[in-house]
């Protein structure tokens, strides 16, 4: 039984580390006023008929702090790159010059660091609801356990550690928004 409950403990955690990874890469693409290139991570290129992350196609490099620079290793791509950017949902203008893109990150005004902040704190909830869900699954697992011979000590102890889990990576859910908002906010 106790393989069991360590096998529930483990697959517990290995969610929440993922909803932690989830919010980072969602976090990443909530821009922060300076020119980072992981804003661009989740944007993808048609290259040759399949669907390819912009980062396997082109250099992607920030030659300053308001500005990301794009090369395409091929020269056709230029025009996919720039409808891509368009397309995504980070409202820059790219700059295209037949060799290179560049994007430059306007400063952000006051009311849209206060929108990204909201947006930053929606983005947590998820990840919260994502942790709670986690431990519910975990809870419920244990409680079939319970019914199928696991003892009450054994089955409530597990309980604690799931709990456990739950408060530390709600921590570091707060952490990351806390450092996220701090960000957007400072001008």
């Not at 790159?81 to 995504?88: D, G, L, M, R, T």
């Amino acid at each position: 039984m106790t393989e069991e409950v360590d096998f529930i403990l483990d697959h517990c955690k290995e969610k929440m580390t993922g909803a932690i990874e989830h919010l980072d890469k969602e976090l990443v693409s909530i821009r922060a006023g300076k020119a980072s290139t992981r804003m661009l991570d989740n944007i993808t290129v048609d290259y040759y008929g399949s669907v390819t992350p912009l980062s396997q196609v082109a250099n992607i490099s920030t030659p300053d702090a308001k500005t990301i620079a794009i090369q395409p290793w091929e020269k056709s791509l230029i025009g996919e790159i720039e409808k891509a950017i368009i397309n995504s949902n980070l409202g820059l203008n790219p700059d295209n010059n037949g060799e290179i893109i560049r994007l430059s990150i306007p400063p952000l005004t006051e009311e849209r660091r206060r929108g990204l902040t909201k947006e930053v704190g929606k983005v947590g909830e998820n990840a919260k609801v994502s942790l709670r869900s986690a431990r519910k699954d975990a809870n419920d697992a244990l409680k079939k356990l319970l019914k199928d011979g696991l003892s009450e000590d054994v089955q409530k102890d597990a309980e604690g550690s799931v709990q456990d889990l739950t408060n530390d990576y709600s921590k570091q859910v707060d952490a990351l928004l806390k450092a996220k908002e701090e960000e957007i906010m400072t001008v």
